[in-house]
C-alpha cells in the first residue's frame, strides 16, 4: 500500500509521483514504472535541495534501492523534466534515454556553449523589449543552470526505439512547438499516453521562439496536436496536473486556443502596425514576472510568426531602423 502522496494506476502499471517545482506550475509529475526489466522513472524533475530530498523520501516509501533504477526516460529538455536527470543518473548509473533533438535543445539553452543570453536578449530588443525587462534575461536564464547540472550521458532514442517500461512496451511519438525532439510514450494494448507537456489538461503549454530553434514552433505544435490525436488514447498521463480521459477533446481544444489567439493578434494589427512587445502586452499585459513575461513575448513571437507563414500579416522594419514591427495584410480574411 503507498502513502496517498504517490498515485498508482494499476491498469498501467504506473506510480505519479508529485515533484516540487517553482511557481506558478508548483507541480511537474513524475512517472514511475515498475516491470520484470527494472524501475524506469520518467521525467525526474528539477534538481534543486527539495526535489533530492523528495526522491529520498520515494526510495523509502516504496522500498526501492536506487540501483533498482535501470531506466530514466526524459521527454523534453525543459528544467522541470530534465533537470535531475543527471544526478539520479550519477546515484542509479541507469541510462537517460531522450531524443537527439531534445538533448541538442538542452544544450542550446544551458551547454557550455550556450549563447542563450545574448541571443535571447537580442531577439526581444529587435521586436521592441524595452531594457528594464532585458537586463533581467540572463541572471534569470543563468537561473536554471543549478537545476540542470549536471548533465546526464544521454542515449538517444527515436521514433523507432520500442520502449519496455513497466512490463510493456510503449512506443516513442515525437512532436514539437513546446519542445522540439518532445518524446510522448504510446502503450497500444492499454491505449495509454504518457504526453509530458505535449498536452496538457486545463493549462495551454507555452509556444516558444526562441533564437535557433524552431523557425514555426505554433506550426509544429499544432501538427504534432494532429500527429498525437491519431492515436486512440483512453487515459493521458500529463508532465503536470492530473491524468485525464478527454484526450481528443483536450486536443481539439488547444488548436482552437491557437486560432483564437492568432485572431485576436491579427486583430490588433487591424488597427496600427505593432512591435511583438506592443502585442505582448495587449494580449498578456505587463504585470509579469520576468519569467512569465519570457515566455508570455516567445509565444507572442511564435503567433506573429505564425501570421506571417499563412500570408496574414508581414514583418517590416521600423522607420527608425531600430527593430521590426508587424503589420497585417488587408487581403486576409483571418481564414485557416
Ligand atoms: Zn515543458
Ligand atoms: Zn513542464
Known amino acids: 500500500m503507498i502513502s496517498g502522496r504517490y498515485q498508482e494506476w494499476a491498469e498501467a502499471g ?13 507541480q511537474v509529475n513524475s512517472y514511475l514504472l515498475r516491470g520484470p526489466e527494472g524501475v524506469t522513472i520518467i521525467d525526474p524533475g528539477p534538481r534543486t535541495e527539495v526535489t533530492e530530498k523528495e526522491w529520498e523520501a520515494v526510495w523509502k516509501e516504496l522500498g526501492i ?3 533498482d533504477i535501470t531506466s530514466i526516460v526524459v521527454t523534453h529538455h525543459h528544467p522541470d523534466h530534465f533537470g535531475l536527470a543527471g544526478q539520479l543518473q550519477s546515484l542509479t548509473l541507469a541510462p537517460v534515454y531522450m531524443s537527439a533533438r531534445a538533448y541538442k535543445e538542452a544544450e542550446r539553452m544551458w551547454g557550455t556553449a550556450s549563447t542563450v543570453n545574448e541571443a535571447l536578449p537580442t531577439l526581444f530588443r529587435q ?49 514539437g512547438g513546446h519542445a522540439p ?37 505554433l ?32 486536443i481539439r481544444s488547444l488548436i482552437q486556443h491557437h486560432e483564437q489567439r492568432l485572431l485576436r493578434m491579427e486583430q490588433l494589427l487591424r488597427e496600427e502596425s505593432l512591435t511583438g512587445f506592443q502585442v ?8 509579469l514576472g520576468i519569467h512569465q513575461m519570457r515566455f508570455a513575448m516567445s509565444e507572442t513571437l511564435a503567433h506573429l510568426l505564425e501570421l506571417v507563414r499563412q ?26
Open 280 to 287: 505582448c502586452s495587449a494580449v498578456f499585459g505587463t504585470k
Open 219 to 250: 506550426n509544429s505544435f499544432v501538427s504534432g496536436l494532429e500527429r498525437l490525436g491519431t492515436y486512440e488514447v483512453s487515459m493521458a498521463f500529463p508532465g503536470h496536473r492530473s491524468p485525464f480521459d478527454y484526450f481528443h477533446e483536450r
Open 181 to 217: 525532439g518532445h518524446i510522448s510514450l504510446y502503450n497500444r494494448d492499454k491505449k495509454v499516453m504518457i504526453c509530458g507537456d505535449a498536452v496538457l489538461p486545463q493549462i495551454s503549454p507555452n509556444i516558444s521562439l526562441l533564437p535557433g530553434s524552431e523557425t514555426h514552433p
Open 14 to 26: 504506473m506510480i505519479k509521483i508529485p515533484i516540487t517545482m517553482a511557481p506558478p506550475l508548483r
Open 65 to 67: 534501492h536506487p540501483g
Open 127 to 175: 521586436h521592441g523589449m524595452p531594457d528594464e525587462w532585458l537586463n533581467q534575461l540572463p541572471r534569470h536564464l543563468n537561473g536554471f543552470i543549478p537545476q540542470v547540472s549536471p548533465f546526464p550521458k544521454v542515449t538517444i532514442i527515436t521514433e523507432d526505439t520500442l520502449m519496455t517500461m513497466g512490463g510493456r512496451h510503449w512506443e516513442p511519438v515525437m512532436s
Open 311 to 336: 500570408g496574414r500579416a508581414a514583418e517590416e522594419e521600423n522607420t527608425d531602423g531600430t527593430g521590426i514591427r508587424f503589420r497585417v495584410l488587408q487581403q486576409s480574411y483571418g481564414v485557416l
